[in-house]
């Protein structure tokens, strides 16, 4: 059974700083691209950065793009997003998500609180 | 960036009915194209891949068609199960952006 479960969300003040992680198991991690994507609840879902499989390629939306940083351990079948200079509109459930041709898993989603 | 644009944002309906739901895009993202189901507090569940390919184990009442800029995600009855919002995606290149949903209501 593939499973993907994200961790690292909390609660954090305007302008700090967070990681997530995804650790991934029951696929051949070293292949998938992995995404990050965010929603606030009850809203809409916002594709924020996607990282290919061996870590080389990385792509992120205009809303994040120099603050916040993905990346992967392919050692670890671990995923990151390490986010920076965090505002109040980035709080949101994040989830990590993975594709490869038609396979498409998601996690549960961690959330991330920005208030002070 | 290329835009996302669904229609209606929401409707209702009646278990049956078939119903039908548009996604544009600003430009052409050829048949790159993906249909999500999300229910409230869980993640999203691929549908369709490609524009027209239905993900395995979807029921077959979910179909999708289109290609360039126009696509459509059509639910041929309507279940119980189907009340839920429903997203595309486009990922002909990134930003790989969704549409802003479509809620399926009971009427």
């Known amino acids: 059974e593939v499973q993907l479960v994200e961790s690292g969300g909390g609660l954090v003040q305007p302008g700090g700083s967070l990681r997530l992680s995804c650790a991934a198991s029951?696929?051949?991690?070293?292949?998938?691209?992995m995404h990050w994507v965010r929603q606030v609840p009850g809203k809409g879902l916002v594709w924020l950065s996607r990282?290919?499989?061996?870590?080389?390629?990385?792509n992120y939306s205009d809303s994040v793009k120099g603050r916040f940083t993905i990346s992967r351990d392919n050692a670890k079948n671990t995923l990151y997003l390490q986010m920076n200079s965090l505002r109040a509109e980035d709080t949101a459930v994040y989830y990590c998500?993975?594709?490869?041709?038609?396979?498409?898993?998601w996690g549960q989603g961690t959330l991330v609180t920005v208030s002070s | 960036d290329i835009q996302m644009t669904q229609s209606p944002s929401s409707l209702s309906a009646s278990i049956g009915d078939r119903v039908t739901i548009t996604c544009r895009a600003s430009?052409?993202?050829?048949?790159?194209l993906n249909w999500y189901q999300q229910t409230p507090g869980k993640a999203p569940v691929l549908l369709i891949y490609?524009?027209?390919s239905l993900h395995s184990g979807v029921p077959s009442r979910f179909s999708g068609s289109g290609s360039g800029t126009d696509f459509t995600l059509t639910i041929s009855s309507l279940q119980p199960e189907d009340f839920a919002t429903y997203f595309c995606?486009?990922?002909?290149?990134?930003?790989?952006?969704f549409g802003q949903g479509t809620k399926v209501e009971f009427k």
């Open positions: 490609a524009a027209s």
């Open positions: 430009q052409s993202v050829s048949s790159y």
């Open positions: 029951g696929l051949t991690f070293n292949t998938f691209w």
């Open positions: 998500h993975a594709t490869r041709n038609y396979f498409d898993y």
């Open positions: 995606q486009h990922t002909y290149t990134p930003p790989w952006t």
């Open positions: 990282i290919n499989s061996d870590g080389t390629t990385t």
